[in-house]
């Protein structure tokens, strides 16, 4: 048992619930890859904690790589323009690639780097999300094949998610309050 972390509203992921996503989604991977032998990547700093633990639920040879993207500024929105920090080190083309996102919100990171790695060839790209922000009347550009959970549209932290680089050590996904960010 650990406490909660006073800047935090209400658990919205807590750590057994964590564990059975990773496991289901590990398991919808392992049936899809079997043979293919993907290379999943990991978008720096919040897919870190997801990566970790959703690798290790995967049961077919894979390798990993990471990119980091920025996302301008410390704010609670996305402002959709990527720009990229750090590139994969692997060639990708007519490799089976799994991007690994902590959070889809927009969509606006993720469709800007799908377009970017599309245009190296790979022999298929698909977008695994811990979790996917329901946002009323919106449709995202683009769809994850593999969806952690739909969170409500709140602000939230934990589990590699960040409020200006801070709570990423949560073991759990919680709502922040909304004073902390106002
Ligand atoms: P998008 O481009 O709007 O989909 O934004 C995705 C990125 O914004 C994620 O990778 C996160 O880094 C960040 N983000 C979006 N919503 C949240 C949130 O509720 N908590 C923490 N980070 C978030
Ligand atoms: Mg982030």
């Known amino acids: ?24 989604l590990g398991a ?18 919040g897919a870190v904690v997801f990566m970790a633990d959703l690798m290790r639920a995967i049961e ?8 980091a993207t920025s996302s301008y500024g410390s704010g609670v929105t996305s ?3 990527v720009r990229i920090l750090k590139d994969l080190e692997t060639n990708i ?9 902590d959070i889809l919100d927009s969509g606006l990171t993720l469709s800007n780097l799908i377009s970017m ?43 590699g998610l960040d409020y200006a680089e801070r709570y990423r050590n949560l073991p759990y996904v919680g709502v922040l309050k909304p004073e902390v960010y106002s």
Request: net charge negative; proline share 8%.
């Open 93 to 101: 083309r007519d490799r089976h690639v799994i991007v690994a996102e």
């Open 28 to 45: 919808e991977i392992t049936a899809d890859y079997a043979d293919k032998n993907p290379l999943l990547v990991a978008v720096l700093r």
């Open 79 to 81: 402002s959709g323009t």
């Open 60 to 67: 077919c040879p894979l390798s990993i790589d990471f990119m």
């Open 117 to 159: 790695l599309q245009s190296r060839d790979p022999a298929s790209i698909e977008i695994c999300a811990f979790a996917v922000k329901d946002i009323d009347g919106y449709t995202p550009p683009v769809t994850p094949k593999y969806v952690g959970r739909h969170v409500p549209n709140e602000f939230i932290v934990g589990y």
């Open 1 to 24: 048992m650990h406490t909660v972390h006073p800047d935090v509203e209400r658990i919205l992921i807590g750590a057994h619930e964590i564990e059975a996503i990773i496991a289901r």
